[in-house]
């Protein structure tokens, strides 16, 4: 597995290891939702309650290759979107959640390439691991797309089943595909989140992703 980020030997510039082009899947929406939280249904308004589940702090650094170079992206677009504990994404009319947001939202790069979301880590369903979907855009000054990559966030299996025995996540039974065996996953190199913190408070992951600018590349 590879985290992606930036890297290189000694004495040479880090060189930028661009994040692998995954598809966006079937429950991609473009909602033009900016926020950081997105563990409620924005258009709940105050009533919203807050999805159970662990919380996760994820913060994402975009970066881009410049002249050998790993340099921060700044103003990118970076929206992501997951399943909540039980499997379920919002705004899918096949599972009942139509017209809800939760679990969707984006945030734009600042000067060093950071943006952070507070969701919840996600649960699993049917034929995939537990992932998250990222999607990182560029735009020219007429609103037209230069750069869009769509890639998936991945955690470690032993992390999962921990998580997956809390209380938000159980009643669906033992989860039927793992790392080793998820189709999207299989045969690629994966952004792995390395993760700190306790499930009793928080986890939090950090992890980069490369683009490069002028690329159109995922689904």
Not at 121 to 131: C, L, Q
């Amino acid at each position: 597995m590879l985290v992606v980020g930036c890297g290189g030997t000694s004495g040479e510039p880090p060189a930028c290891l661009l994040a692998p082009a995954l598809t966006a899947g079937p429950y991609w929406h473009d909602e033009p939702l900016r926020r950081q939280d997105l563990r409620s249904d924005s258009r709940q308004g105050s009533a919203a309650e807050r999805l159970p589940g662990v919380l996760l702090d994820l913060v994402l650094r975009v970066t881009t290759p410049s002249e050998e170079q790993c340099r921060p992206l700044h103003g990118a677009r970076v929206d992501i979107w997951q399943c909540n504990a039980q499997g379920v994404y919002s705004d899918v009319p096949e599972l009942g959640t139509t017209g809800r947001d939760f679990l969707r939202g984006y945030q734009i790069s600042d000067d060093a390439g950071w943006v952070r979301f507070l969701t919840v880590f996600p649960g699993w369903y049917p034929g995939r691991t537990v992932h998250i979907h990222a999607k990182v855009r560029t735009f020219d000054p007429f609103g037209a797309v230069v750069t869009e990559v769509s890639t998936q966030l991945f955690f470690d299996d032993a992390l999962i089943e921990a998580v997956l025995g809390t209380s938000a996540y159980v009643g669906r039974g033992p989860r039927d595909t793992r790392n080793g065996t998820d189709p999207v996953l299989a045969g690629k190199d994966a952004t792995l989140v390395p993760i700190t913190g306790d499930l009793g408070s928080a986890l939090r992951g950090v992890v980069e992703l490369g683009v490069r600018i002028g690329e159109i590349r995922g689904g």
